[in-house]
């Protein structure tokens, strides 16, 4: 799903859009890499709030 979710708005550091019907690109990046880091690290805690994340 991260393939695919860059693929179309790009990375952190380098989105493809500033802003996409009024969704903060970039902020939506920062906000869900944290999620991808754990998810694919050996050992992930899990431990992450998705409710917290607001677009």
């Known amino acids: 799903m991260w ?3 860059t693929d179309k708005l790009g ?3 380098k989105p493809l859009f ?3 019907w009024c ?3 970039p902020k ?3 906000e869900v890499l944290p999620f991808f880091v754990d998810a694919t690290s050996d ?3 899990w431990e992450l709030e998705p ?3 607001l677009l």
């Open 3 to 5: 393939g695919k979710l």
């Open 18 to 20: 500033g802003n996409l």
């Open 28 to 30: 939506v990046l920062q």
């Open 11 to 13: 990375t952190p550091d």
């Open 23 to 25: 969704v903060d690109i």
């Open 43 to 45: 050992e992930p805690t």
């Open 51 to 53: 409710h917290k994340i």
